[in-house]
């Protein structure tokens, strides 16, 4: 399933109804809806804050291989942002005091999901996320 | 879409999803308050990284009065969020 979507924060909404429509198609369970979810959010915010240049829609698709959830969000004109190399290192066990609002997202969304890859191919950055689904009891 | 509610025994009460189109209306909740508050969790669905970086924000500005926000009734998906995060150990929840 293939979907285009506005550069903005306010396609957050159609990005939901977007994961909902493939899990009904599908059948899969909603226990996992909610890693896939977060994945997403978290990468198309991503490109939008992080492109701020960008124009056009962002794609995304879902498909299922293998008994694995594969979700490919992909920013046709962008730089190169590969969140595995360039998101800072998240140092969880720090008091409060020394935390500070954001960089969080990269990190929990290799938490939820299972494996996070990143190509970029003349001027298009990929990142495709992998989850095997029905083994995650929770996120 | 994200609710934020006064319940009866003066606690904030979320609902729906805490994401980032809802955090600028957040954070003005959240950051006018001079108090810490429980933070009843039981009808949020879904929170990502903003819906965090807003609790955060007041939870930092509440410890420096030596107060706090407590968060009930988590579900388990967004408690292993919380947990992935660190904030586990910055938070009190319940």
Known sequence: ?139 | MLEIKAGENQEIILVGRFDAAQADYAKKVFLALDEGKVVDFSRLEYISSAGLGVLLAAQKRLSERGQGLRLVNVNPHIRDIFRFSGFDQIFEIE
Not at chain 1, 47 to 74: H, Q
Not at chain 1, 103 to 120: A, I, N, W
């Open chain 1, 1 to 139: 399933m293939k979907g285009s979507f506005r550069r903005d924060i306010g396609s957050l909404d159609d990005l939901v109804r977007f994961v909902e429509e493939f899990f009904s198609a599908e059948g899969l369970s909603p226990v996992d809806r909610f890693a896939v979810d977060f994945a997403l959010e978290e990468i198309f915010t991503n490109f939008v804050k992080y492109n701020p240049g960008g124009t056009g829609d962002i794609d995304v698709s879902l498909r299922l291989s293998e008994g694995e959830l594969v979700l490919a969000v992909a920013d046709p004109d962008s730089g190169s942002f590969d969140p595995g190399r360039d998101a800072p290192e998240v140092d969880t066990g720090k008091p409060l005091e020394e935390r500070v609002p954001g960089g969080l997202g990269v990190h929990l969304v290799r938490k939820v999901m299972d494996r996070v890859e990143y190509r970029h191919e003349e001027s298009t950055s990929t990142v495709t996320l992998y989850k095997r689904l029905g083994e995650n009891n929770h996120a």
